[in-house]
């Protein structure tokens, strides 16, 4: 007050802050009394000009308050407190409100903001660069505790220029970030910490409350709510931990918890991830009224809701739409908010379903040679949302989850996102592509046609010059350019040659969800996953399968789960208990624990369904020691669509039935007969090296078979049309 500030919150302050600021040329103390100080920042420069400096108020009872009531696009920075290349400086004890930036560092080291709380107004607007409370760029040592955020674009923005300029040393502790706004961003994303370029950053001991870019009830802006966000920097190391994430609101409404990206490696542990919203429920409806029947479901009007069938939905509706006159126990929707009640014509056949519109706890998005953890933490969410989704977007990466307590929410893992089509440019040997490779990766093409001249689909070649749209190739690592003289015909693919990802996901606890609790899927043969584990978990009422393995989960192992209550919404041709579709095989089923395993709608169900619809694959399926309990149909194994004609088939044994129906080709329960049998000879005893058989059934040689009847746990090898060796 001693420079001239009022601080009644009708004075413009911001000279006689910056003669406060000025006065500490060589650092010192700068005590802001009680009171409300009016600010209109249009200064573009630093306003700390030396280190060791502190500023600091009485809490919430000091207000520094923007004077500009709605966003300026012409004018987008208003930092109140900015550095550049200053160290050991601390800012505590404040409050904030408006379009302001309270405290903007380029550079420095050893800075600390504790105490300080603000609502910085988050508008619909075109101006995304406002609503930032704190900025750091190339800051090391950088410390932001105990305080609160509300109704901003990003809480905590932790960035730099490149890799040699970034934040290093991060820690985010005790604070809370919230939107309490009813509307907010439709456009851009609002984030409570977004790591841009930064290392070594600790995200702990945090809340994290309706972080949403919606507006209004019922209405969906084009981007997601964000707790921690991490992208594009290749950060070095993120830890999340000991965080609450807490979303409440419609089902219309988007947000995640956690997203990383490009980070090295990244822990996610013992944080809860609560989405407060109705959880999903069965209804019924009636032709006659348009009306809905589900008791207490607890929408609102203006919510958009998902909508899903056991067989068939009633006609009128679809997938997602959107809640109207909704009562205690009924409601009516509308394909969107206002279009008035569809009408509903028949009443669908099988179970009905209905949901929140899904959302995602935490995504992990990889690069090469990443490691992740999500361990010990605590899901609980609406039934249809996924409480992991990971996409294996890098070669050579690695992941864990494990341990965690998963209600309504499944795990997901993709891993196909490299494959795509391509296009060739003679002139400069460039491919264009918009790529996830690196340089160095090994990579083969394939083509519908012709691939453009200069490439082969029997080599596999290296990338090189990989920018995010383009990369060319070399035949050999380091080695020149390849020279492409033409751009080929058809459609032309690109794929991965090396294994993408190794995934384990163990001890987890699922319960109370729609979808499969574990859910893989690659695209295609030509880039399986290097290892896929799935064990030890316990799975417990999922309205589908428990798990399912969808197209190139090469060598996934399914083992010692113990599954109660599957198929649960008696859901047509999605029900069996472990489903695997496409170039899945190879795979090791074993050890489970199945209970209570429910057909529906006419389809059989079964515990193992493998749907396949190539006739050139061989399944060589390891599946043993599974104890099935009370299944609901008279079928253990199922084989689908397509005869694969050089299939020998699947090794079964040792697994245990109870209280399950009778079928006439028991022990096996096998569902078709394309498997491989033989009959041994007068000849075959126990001293003999060699055994005749009868049949070859189209094994190989170098084929690994097992005899369940006389040999059991015995392996022999086929060594020509007639033998088989120890």
């Known amino acids: 007050t ?22 500490l040329s060589s650092g010192g103390v700068c005590y802001f009394p009680k009171g409300t100080y009016l600010v209109n920042p249009v200064y573009y420069g630093p306003t700390i000009f030396a280190d060791n400096v502190t500023i600091y108020g009485d809490g919430n009872a000091t207000i520094i308050k923007g004077y500009r009531t709605t966003d300026d696009p012409s004018n987008q920075f208003y930092n109140i407190f900015e550095t550049a290349g200053r ?21 420095g080291s050893n800075i600390d903001v504790t105490n300080i709380s603000g609502n910085w107004h988050i508008a619909n607007a075109s101006n995304y660069y406002v609503d930032k409370p704190l900025c750091f760029y190339g800051c090391t040592n950088v410390r932001v505790s ?9 809480a905590v923005y932790l960035g730099g220029v490149d890799t040699n300029d970034r934040c290093n040393n991060v820690t985010v502790t005790g604070c809370t970030f919230e939107h309490t706004r009813t509307s907010s961003f439709t456009t851009y994303f609002p984030v409570g910490v977004y790591v841009y370029w930064a290392d070594n950053v600790s995200v702990t001991g945090n809340s994290f409350k309706n972080i949403y870019p919606q507006v209004e009830n019922g209405s969906t802006g084009t981007g997601m709510g964000y707790g921690v966000y991490e992208g594009d920097g290749a950060c070095r190391s993120v830890v999340v931990t000991g965080n609450s994430f807490e979303f409440r609101g419609n089902g219309g409404k988007r947000a995640m918890g956690v997203y990383l990206s490009t980070a090295e490696a990244g822990t996610v542990s013992g944080n809860t991830f609560t989405y407060v919203r109705p959880k999903w429920k069965f209804f019924t409806v009636d032709t006659g009224t348009d009306i809905i029947n589900c008791k207490d479901h607890g929408f609102a009007n203006g919510d958009a809701v998902y909508l899903e069938s056991g067989d068939t939905l009633p006609s009128g509706l679809s997938a997602t739409m959107y809640v109207v006159s909704a009562t205690t126990d009924t409601f009516k929707v509308e394909t969107s908010v206002g279009a008035g009640a569809a009408n509903i014509t028949t009443a669908g056949t099988g179970l009905h379903i209905v949901s929140t519109v899904q959302n995602t706890a935490v995504r992990i998005q990889t690069a090469t040679g990443q490691k992740y953890n999500v361990v010990g933490n605590t899901f609980d969410l609406g039934g249809n949302d996924y409480a992991v989704y990971f996409i294996g977007s890098a070669l050579n990466s690695t992941v864990n989850v494990s341990g965690n307590t998963i209600v309504g929410g499944q795990l997901r893992l993709d891993g196909d996102i490299f494959s795509g089509t391509f296009t060739a440019t003679a002139a400069t040997d460039v491919i264009s592509k918009s790529n ?14 012709t691939l453009p001249a200069g490439l082969s689909a029997t080599q596999v070649y290296y990338v090189t010059d990989r920018t995010t749209t383009t990369f060319k190739v070399s035949a050999a690592k380091g080695g020149p350019v390849v020279d492409i003289t033409d751009t080929g015909s058809g459609t032309h693919t690109v794929y991965p040659q090396d294994p993408i990802v190794t995934f384990v996901g163990s001890n987890n606890a699922f319960s109370d969800l729609i979808l499969p609790a574990f859910q893989a899927t690659s695209g295609s043969d030509l880039n399986p996953f290097k290892e896929l584990i799935f064990t030890g978990n316990n799975i417990k009422n999922v309205g589908w399968g428990a798990v399912l393995l969808n197209a190139g989960c090469l060598r996934s192992q399914v083992t010692n789960n113990i599954i109660i209550d599957c198929n649960t919404l008696n859901k047509a041709g999605y029900g069996s208990v472990i489903m695997m579709y496409g170039k899945s095989h190879g795979c090791y089923i074993s050890g489970n624990t199945a209970k209570n395993t429910i057909g529906g709608g006419g389809h059989a169900k079964y515990f193992m369904e493998h749907i396949y619809n190539q006739t050139d694959r061989v399944f060589k399926d390891l599946i043993y020691n599974n104890s099935i309990d009370r299944m609901d149909t008279a079928t253990y194994l199922s084989y689908t669509t397509g005869s694969p004609t050089s299939m020998i088939g699947d090794v079964n044994y040792g697994d245990q039935f109870f209280r399950c129906p009778p079928v006439a080709t028991a022990p096996h329960y096998w569902t078709c007969s394309r498997f491989a049998t033989v009959t041994l000879t007068a000849n ?20 690994v078979v097992l005899f369940i009847e006389n040999a059991i746990g015995i392996d022999w090898q086929y060594s020509d049309t007639t033998k088989w060796h120890a």
């Not at 049949?695 to 084929?703: A, N, P, R």
């Open 146 to 154: 105990n305080c609160h955020f509300e109704n901003f674009y990003f």
């Open 436 to 449: 996830l490779f690196n340089n160095g990766d090994r990579i083969i093409f394939d083509s519908t046609g």
């Open 684 to 703: 075959a005893v126990a001293t003999d090296t060699t055994i005749t058989v009868s049949s070859t059934s189209g094994l190989g040689v170098g084929d």
């Open 2 to 23: 001693k420079f001239g500030a009022i601080h009644d919150g009708i004075t413009i302050e911001d000279a006689p802050i910056h003669r406060a600021l000025k006065a």
């Open 87 to 107: 160290d050991n400086i601390t800012l505590r004890d404040m409050r904030f409100e408006g379009y302001i930036t309270a405290l903007y560092c380029d550079g």
